[in-house]
């Protein structure tokens, strides 16, 4: 299933042990190098690792209150800054220098555990111009301060996503 970021945000984390809600979700932390969930973030402190993850339909189901931990207790996300791995807001470029805009949300297959596509957008003041919907493979890197993605005339994929200005 496909769910975008803003949808994620305040999920229930419930335990079938303790029979009630642990936690709700306040952030992903995505591998800037494959794009893959590394954790989810529950609450400011706590993390939740997707190999604890049961059931993620309308809730997140977990075995217990233990599955959560916190982030220096996953290996992948102490050798990373909170910057690498969240690309929400960062600006949007492609190979040749061109900016797309910012990343406002992205979608995240939650099957699969990885980022499925960025949803960027091009502001004048605060009109919208344009949106566009990049797939996860046109990535190219993933920086602490921008995204670099393919370049938009030669990649498939990519959606420009009507818009109307008020």
Not at 62 to 71: A, F, K
């Amino acid at each position: 299933m496909k769910k975008l970021f803003s949808e994620i945000i305040g999920t229930n984390v419930v335990s079938d042990q303790a029979e009630g809600v642990v936690s709700l979700i306040t952030g992903v932390h995505l591998d800037p190098e494959n794009g893959k969930i590394i954790a989810l973030q529950c609450g400011f402190k706590q993390v939740l690792s997707p190999v604890d993850i049961l059931k993620w339909k309308r809730m997140i189901h977990v075995r217990d209150s233990e599955s959560l931990t916190t982030r220096e207790h996953l290996l992948r996300l102490q050798s990373l800054s909170k910057d690498m791995t969240n690309p929400l807001y960062k600006l949007v470029c492609t190979e040749n220098g061109e900016v797309l805009g910012r990343v406002y949300n992205f979608i995240v297959d939650t099957k699969l555990m990885e980022l499925f596509s960025l949803i960027v957008r091009r502001k004048f003041l605060w009109f919208t111009m344009h949106e566009l919907s990049i797939p996860h493979k046109n990535i190219v890197e993933i920086l602490e301060d921008k995204i670099i993605v393919k370049d938009v005339h030669a990649t498939e994929g990519v959606r420009e996503i009507e818009v109307e200005v008020a």
